[in-house]
């Protein structure tokens, strides 16, 4: 078997084609234009286009497609290969959703892997005052790459749970559109490659948010950044649109709205920023891109960029802003809100008892994607936009607490009652509710514009986010990781190794996170490459060297869960069809899943969440009158 | 129920002692900079109001939460907990009661903003410049051109902000307000030192290599030295 069966390495060997060609355009246009032949920031621009296209291609993501414009018919390929060994499906386009859940998982692990290395190198650096081993630039890339690299890694972990667990929990084959479902994933590698390739020809220096003029004064790598994030943003809209469809179109008798599993929700609001809001930052940071590459001004005041090319000015770097945080926000809640989900999704099965509120659940999760497009200026509170446009932003930004407080009252009263289990999965559920809890609390200070100015761009920000993110993705991606783990393998995970995890890395995440927001508060400005040692009557340090040493436990806590994963995927101990006892529908069939999931339709026959009511059941594979 | 009452009295015990704990912990960690202006007052006690609001919505919600696992766990037995699907007149209390506490906080945000930012026309103003990586200063009653900032103090003071090439933030973190400035236009900021001393003004937008080392002295006086100052400068200048 050659290398080349596997369809990744086809894709990224077309990537590099594709690159080459794209360079090798540019100069001869630009040879034909009479210029010189080389000049590196359009070739890396045009190639990077030119490398996503060539990806696609050799991994043959678009085959099926390009098959049709000759008007030849290609039915659905299902199960694995026929002429490769099993596992290469993983390595190629497969248009299972189940595979492709797995593929978006994997790659999302290995990125939060990448991002996490990122962290704790400059972390190392932050423990002491001074500059120990980073140069000021590395610094600058690094805080940036970890950043944007997370977020990739946040999105590729939301895509798949949502991928893998939807068309599961509704009782559906497949995905509404599996060529689709497969681009969708296939355009995250590329973009992530770009991403990870451009600290090579000088990185970008701006932090993931990428503010001009800055970053339209940065090196060539921010081309390949905007790109990288081009592709992935696509890889986000096509992805929502599908899980739109596949949630209002695919979805059993019987089963309303509010008679989904709770986490189909959580994606439904969630698909719906992405659907919407995700054009908005692939139009800045290509407004960008194209400032650099062709001259256009819209966000260059005076034309100050002359030596790359003749600007013009008159435009605006506040504009950028609004564009970005537009998009850049209501993120904030396409991370969270599947997050979320997996929490109320897991509580009740973990507290046999059913989910308390379930229509104020769902309709938070709404409220909050809705209310979350128009309080975008809370992160421009102080760029210098209109002084008394900041006050309708406060109000809108604090009303997100009520919604978000709904959802943590509904999980009390869950809890309260029940007959609560505390194996690993529920574990991470707790660590997430006391995390976000942690998050949440910590957004009303910065929300209020007179509390938010000492605050504004300090280290207390990088706390309040870091904590939303922890209880809102890592956390709960966790405990899905670890409660579908014997779904999807047929194996259960070493449970002492996994409380182990959870007893490190909680404790050790309080202590960052309050330590962040200590040295914030102190004075420290975030994205810095050194500190004053002097702030916090001399006990920043302190509080450094305990963040660092906590983000280190944090990591070792997750090389823990992928070592138990690992040992256990194939060799553990069989975990039977329903170890949790859980009345959603992906547990009621064999594990790991069968290609087609379900032997027949489903019919919904209760409600989700009834544990409790004796004899009661949610769905079932046979018809209504069958009894 | 009777035994739900006497849970809710426990529990409520322990969310008053829970809140001042966590108060005490919040204040000993997060640790503020001096004071150094008038503005500092009425902004530092709004933080303290919100960190009495955190604390005691984490006591209230983690409080709840433990005493539901060490009440509620089960204890050996496959059975299923209580089959109660929600509570209307709860949802509607704990979505109705926190609107109140939202609305107070954005009217007490509202009119110290409005206060923030209201133009004296005692004030003094400076223009800052923000250039990769240090300040410069202009007065321009004087016309005197510094890269430290001089203030005379208990005078209300504006600086103009205005950058030269990307965007950088004005913050003296002992004077709690901070404002970008950006390329192509004017902004600014409003404070009135009353403390003399010596500060560092920080840049809080991350504006490339040096940006951590972007830092200027800022030096409150008295009002005679800053005449003193005033004059030294101007002397200077007609050199």
């Known amino acids: ?627 | 129920m009777a035994n739900n009452r006497r849970h809710f009295i426990i529990a409520s015990v322990l969310i008053v002692i829970s809140t001042v704990l966590v108060y005490w912990i919040l204040d000993s960690v997060l640790l503020k900079p001096a004071a150094a202006v008038v503005e500092a007052g009425p902004i530092d006690e709004m933080f303290d109001q919100h960190i009495w609001l955190i604390a005691f919505l984490f006591a209230l919600v983690a409080v709840f939460m433990c005493y539901a696992l060490i009440v509620f766990r089960a204890r050996g037995d496959e059975g299923d907990g209580e089959h109660i699907h929600g509570n209307g007149t709860l949802e509607i209390v704990w979505t109705v009661v926190p609107c109140f506490v939202v609305v107070y906080f954005a009217w007490y945000a509202t009119t110290m903003l409005i206060d923030l930012t209201r133009p004296n026309p005692n004030e003094y103003v400076v223009v800052a410049e923000g250039r990769q990586w240090s300040w410069l200063f202009t007065y321009p009653e004087s016309g005197a051109v510094t890269p430290e900032l001089v203030l005379p103090v208990d005078t209300p003071v504006r600086v103009d902000l205005t950058s030269d090439d990307v965007l950088h933030n004005f913050w003296v973190p002992e004077f709690r307000v901070k404002q970008d400035t950006v390329p192509g236009k004017i902004t600014n900021v409003r404070f009135t030192p009353n403390v003399i001393g010596e500060y560092v003004l920080r840049c809080a937008e991350l504006c490339g290599t040096n940006h951590s080392g972007m830092l200027a002295t800022v030096r409150v006086v008295s009002a005679e030295e800053f005449k003193l100052w005033q004059s030294e400068q101007l002397a200077q200048l007609q050199q």
């Open chain 1, 1 to 627: 078997m050659s290398l080349f069966t596997l369809g990744l390495a086809r894709g990224l060997f077309g990537q590099v084609l594709g690159m080459v060609v794209g360079m090798l355009l540019t100069c001869g246009v630009r040879i034909l234009l009479g210029w010189e032949a080389w000049a590196a920031e359009p070739a890396w621009t045009v190639g990077s286009v030119c490398s996503i296209i060539g990806f696609l291609l050799a991994v043959g993501a678009l085959d099926d497609w390009l098959q049709w414009t000759k008007g030849v018919a290609t039915p659905i390929h299902h199960g694995p290969p026929v002429d490769k060994p099993a596992w290469t499906r993983y390595f190629s386009v497969d248009y299972n959703h189940k595979v492709i859940g797995v593929q978006y998982t994997v790659w999302g692990i290995l990125l939060l892997m990448v991002g996490g290395t990122v962290a704790m190198i400059f972390r190392t650096e932050l423990a002491r005052s001074g500059l120990q081993f980073l140069g000021l630039d590395l610094y600058n890339s690094f805080i940036g790459m970890h950043g944007m690299i997370m977020i990739f890694a946040i999105l590729l972990g939301v895509g798949g749970m949502a991928n893998y667990l939807v068309p599961l929990m509704i009782g559906a084959e497949d995905m509404a559109f599996p060529r689709l479902n497969a681009l969708g994933f296939w355009f995250n590698v590329p973009g992530s490659v770009l991403l990870l390739v451009s600290i090579f020809i000088g990185g970008w220096d701006a932090g993931w948010t990428a503010y001009p003029p800055l970053s339209a004064r940065g090196p060539i790598g921010y081309q390949l950044f905007f790109l990288g994030v081009f592709a992935i943003g696509l890889s986000s809209i096509v992805g929502s649109l599908n899980l739109l469809v596949t949630l209002l179109r695919m979805r059993p008798a019987g089963m309303s709205l509010f008679r989904m599993p709770i986490f189909c929700w959580a994606v439904f609001a969630t698909s719906l920023i992405q659907l919407t809001a995700t054009q908005l930052i692939g139009t800045s940071f290509l407004m960008v891109s194209v400032q650099r590459a062709l001259g256009m001004g819209f966000f260059d005041p005076r034309g100050i960029l002359g030596e790359v090319s003749p600007m013009v000015g008159g435009g605006d770097p506040v504009l950028f802003q609004h564009l970005f945080w537009f998009y850049s926000h209501p993120a904030v809640y396409i991370f969270v809100l599947p997050g979320l989900g997996i929490v109320s999704e897991l509580l009740p099965v973990f507290s046999r008892k059913p989910l308390f509120g379930y229509k104020w659940i769902a309709l938070s999760s709404m409220a909050i994607a809705i209310v979350g497009f128009i309080v975008w200026g809370h992160h421009m509170f102080v760029s210098g936009y209109n002084d008394i446009l900041r006050i309708p932003f406060m109000y809108a930004t604090l009303l997100v607490a009520i919604p978000t407080g709904v959802k943590f009252f509904s999980w009390l009263g869950t809890m309260w009652g029940g007959k609560i289990h505390f194996d690993t999965p529920m574990l991470f559920v707790l660590g997430a509710i006391s995390v976000f809890l942690i998050g949440g609390l910590t957004g009303p200070i910065l929300a209020t514009v007179p509390t938010d100015l000492p605050l504004h761009d300090s280290y207390f920000v990088v706390g309040h986010f870091h904590a939303t993110m922890f209880g809102g993705f890592v956390f709960p991606f966790f405990a899905a990781l670890y409660y579908w783990f014997p779904k999807v393998t047929g194996r259960m995970y070493n449970e002492t190794l996994g409380k182990i995890h959870f007893y490190i890395m909680t404790p050790a995440f309080w202590v960052q996170t309050l330590g962040q927001m200590g040295v914030g508060v102190m004075g420290m400005r975030r994205r810095i490459a050194d500190y004053d040692p002097t702030l916090g009557q001399g006990q920043i340090e302190n509080w450094q060297l305990a963040v660092t040493i906590a983000g280190f436990a944090i990591a070792f806590g997750v090389m823990l869960m992928l070592w138990n994963f690992f040992q256990n995927a194939e060799v553990g101990v069989a975990a039977g069809d329903n170890p949790w006892r859980s009345r959603s529908p992906e547990w009621q069939i064999p594990s790991p899943i069968p290609e087609h999931s379900f032997p027949a339709p489903l019919h919904v026959v209760g409600e989700p969440y009834d544990y409790g009511l004796a004899d009661s059941g949610y769905v079932t594979t046979a018809s209504p009158g069958d009894d």
